[in-house]
């Protein structure tokens, strides 16, 4: 008997039907008032509030994310994928901002502050001199730019345009650690004269896997540079492998911006003998995303909330195992716990102090090793540049020099830190888990702690380890107080007129110069470690936080009558079966919106 292959596809309409129905179900039985007695009151509103926000976010615009280090011509690519200037090419590191970028019946622009004010700009002062100075006098820090157009592209969608990555880890990481939160899919900007390098494969790993958007596109702009169709399809054919080792089956397009907005606009093309390849490279992108925009917006939101609903569940059931193990532990092992939780002083906060201060000395030994590293390259550059200066002409002398000096001080230092970085990481982890093993080896509540090792430790250990140290190693801007030192050291350079002067007069600076390169080097290490201190003192503080309440109500639970802690204990059960039951659900949808037949569907 013939067999005939079948398909199987799914209504969207009725998915998120399916997806609403969940919520709705779990929500009313956690109104009943068991659940409210048993779980309390903090814990039933903030999953009532995290339900909010996904339900808001269901409905809200589609939320693309452009993303990509400084100077890869993302808002070049803006343009080019609107149609018109929308967005500034002219950007200093100084004036950059996140931008929201949005339809609206006429253009105006906005600056939007922490605090919810706004200030009204004009198109002209979105140049960087201009914004620079408004910039500066704003009396709240920016939260970012509203570009409000009338794009008929732009309907139903929200295009954010973020900082380089480099300036992210400076002044935007929470923003645009949010943003990504927030975003239903991603565009990645790398250029083809540095394609996707180790600090760009870096962020990807820290902070774009971990989020599992449905979609990543990845650009490879400026193609236009690429003379040869040969050389091209070599590029963009290692750089599908680099992006390959972190994302299977990546979507990666080579591209120019500009000369698809040089084309749109009827402006020379930047490369005549490639125009023709290079629109049709553009255009691919832009079906592409185009399909997933306006074919596919509500089925991968639909995906994101799944993911966030299943998120919110897996940390309820973690408070509720909590809670549990809590009430059935012995009360005076249970009040040793919360004690030792509570108290500064005790034993278990002396304990954390000490595996602290281990830590931030192994990473201020490093410190020793690159300072002596820096010494060596600092003779390298008297016996090498300084030593053979008087070979070239002082006008040249004084335009570059300084420069040179700057960015070879620069690339010196980054690559110390490079070096050192596994080790730091190394450092930080093994701090961690020793923090966190305190509170097993200083209790005899086996199941409470064990409840807290793994709702501290394990999680942190995974995200929050590497993402926050390769955070605060990003952070680490060495440009700034190395040029800052080179004006200090040699300002008065500039008025030695004999090449030999000149050479003279940096060796004589030279040896100050290494003690305050030295003392920099010092002083960066100490930032690192004590930004590290932070970062896990942050990590189990509020973790222990939010476990010390579980146990506090699991106390109090425990003091009432046998009849309430036993209508408790079986609350906590029911809940915890409505909890799976809702994750089984959850998986079952998340299945079906994967399903290949499915985005086939949306699609046609």
């Not at 903030?46 to 280090?69: E, K, M, P, Y």
């Not at 955070?471 to 060495?478: A, G, M, R």
Request: aromatic share 8%; glycine share 2%.
């Amino acid at each position: 008997m013939e067999s005939f292959a079948k398909s199987l596809s799914y209504d969207f309409t009725y998915l998120r039907q399916e997806f609403l129905a969940i919520l709705t179900n779990f929500t009313e039985e956690l109104r009943l008032e068991k659940f409210q007695n048993a779980l309390g009151k903090r814990l039933i509103k903030q999953i009532q509030s995290q339900i909010n926000q996904i339900l808001t976010r269901l409905d809200a615009d589609f939320v693309l994310v452009v993303i990509g280090d400084f100077k890869r011509g993302k808002s070049t690519f803006i343009n080019a994928l609107l149609g018109e200037a929308i967005v500034t090419t002219d950007v200093l590191p100084e004036t950059v901002t996140i931008n929201h970028i949005q339809y609206g019946s006429e253009h105006k622009f906005y600056i939007c502050l922490t605090d919810g004010g706004q200030i009204q700009l004009t198109k002209e002062e979105l140049k960087s001199e201009q914004l620079n100075q408004i910039l500066a006098q704003l009396p709240q820090p920016i939260s970012h730019l509203t570009i409000e157009t009338p794009n008929q592209w732009l309907r139903g969608l929200r295009l954010v345009d973020t900082p380089g990555t480099g300036d992210i880890f400076k002044r935007f990481d929470r923003q645009v650690h949010t943003y990504l939160l927030q975003a239903d899919a991603v565009v990645f900007v790398s250029s083809a004269l540095a394609p996707f390098a180790e600090s760009e494969q870096a962020f990807l790993q820290m902070s774009v896997i971990p989020q599992d958007f449905p979609k990543v596109f990845f650009i490879l702009n400026r193609m236009d540079d690429i003379r040869t169709d040969p050389e091209a399809a070599r590029l963009l054919n290692g750089t599908y492998k680099k992006i390959s080792n972190l994302f299977p089956n990546p979507q990666l397009f080579g591209i120019s911006a500009l000369d698809e907005f040089c084309r749109i606009q009827s402006l020379s093309r930047p490369n005549h003998a490639c125009a023709a390849t290079l629109e049709t490279a553009f255009q691919e992108f832009r079906q592409c995303l185009e399909q997933t925009i306006r074919l596919q917006r509500d089925l991968i939101q639909l995906d994101r909330a799944t993911d966030h609903t299943d998120q919110m569940l897996q940390e309820m059931e973690d408070s509720l195992l909590l809670l549990r193990n809590a009430m059935q532990a012995d009360r005076e092992r249970l009040s040793r716990v919360i004690s030792q939780c509570e108290d500064p002083t005790s034993e278990l906060f002396g304990k954390v102090a000490q595996h602290i201060k281990l830590m931030k000395n192994e990473i201020n030994q490093l410190s020793d090793q690159a300072c002596q590293w820096m010494n060596e390259f600092l003779n390298r550059i008297d016996n090498e540049a300084i030593a053979s200066i008087h070979k070239f002409k002082i006008e040249d002398i004084k335009r570059h020099f300084q420069f040179f000096l700057t960015n070879s001080l620069r690339e010196a230092i980054d690559k110390c830190l490079a070096v050192h970085k596994p080790t730091i990481f190394a450092s930080y982890q093994k701090a961690q888990k020793a923090i966190f093993a305190e509170f097993k080896n200083l209790t005899n509540v086996s199941s409470i702690e064990d409840t807290v090792e793994q709702k501290t430790g394990a999680n942190h250990e995974y995200s929050g380890t590497n993402t926050g140290t390769f955070q605060i190693l990003s952070d680490c801007d060495t440009s700034t107080f190395i040029a800052d030192l080179i004006i200090r050291q040699i300002q008065d350079l500039k008025t030695a007129r004999q090449n030999v002067n000149y050479q003279q007069k940096l060796q004589m600076v030279l040896p100050d110069f290494k003690l305050a390169i030295i003392k920099e080097i010092r002083l960066l290490y100490e930032n690192i470690a004590t930004k590290i201190e932070q970062q896990i003192e942050n990590a189990y503080s509020q973790d222990i936080e939010t476990s010390l309440s579980v146990m506090q109500q699991a106390q109090e639970v425990c003091a009432q009558e046998a009849q309430t802690v036993t209508a408790t204990n079986e609350a906590l059960q029911e809940a915890l079966s409505i909890l799976h039951h809702a994750r089984q659900q959850l998986k079952v949808l998340k299945q079906k919106l994967c399903s290949e037949d499915m985005l086939e569907t949306v699609s046609q």
